[in-house]
Nanobody
């Protein structure tokens, strides 16, 4: 199984980035897809999740109103859209796949992880 995250980079505060995570080696539509992030010196935290069929999405309170998440099961890809970025959003962003019945918000519930992509927001 491979989860390839990309789309990170350097952006000014107030700007936008669209990340993507392409999955291979699994039946993509059987997995809820989540995103987490880890800032320097901090623990990894939940950012967003989209259900298997894409009909349900959840985002963390810290990014609500600014971040959305979607998926394209035909392309085995999930897309977090990040708008109105702030310096506090600076982190390595990871995608993860969860095959359990219910949607998960804790990293220990996820089965597979991507390598992470760096997002840096300058003030």
């Amino acid at each position: 199984v491979q989860l390839q995250a990309c789309g990170g980079g350097l952006v000014q505060a107030g700007g936008s980035l669209r990340l993507s995570c392409a999955a291979s080696g699994l039946t993509f539509s059987n997995y809820h897809m989540g995103w987490f992030r880890q800032a320097p010196g901090k623990e990894r935290e939940f950012v967003a999740v989209v259900s298997r069929g894409g009909g349900s999405t959840y985002v963390a309170d810290s990014v609500k109103g600014r971040f959305t998440i979607s998926r394209d099961n035909a392309k085995n890809t999930v897309y977090p859209q990040m708008n109105s970025l702030k310096p506090v959003d600076t982190a390595v962003y990871y995608c993860a796949a969860d095959r359990s019945r219910g949607i998960a918000f804790k990293e220990e519930e996820y089965d597979y992880w991507g390598q992470g992509t760096q997002v840096t927001v300058s003030s």
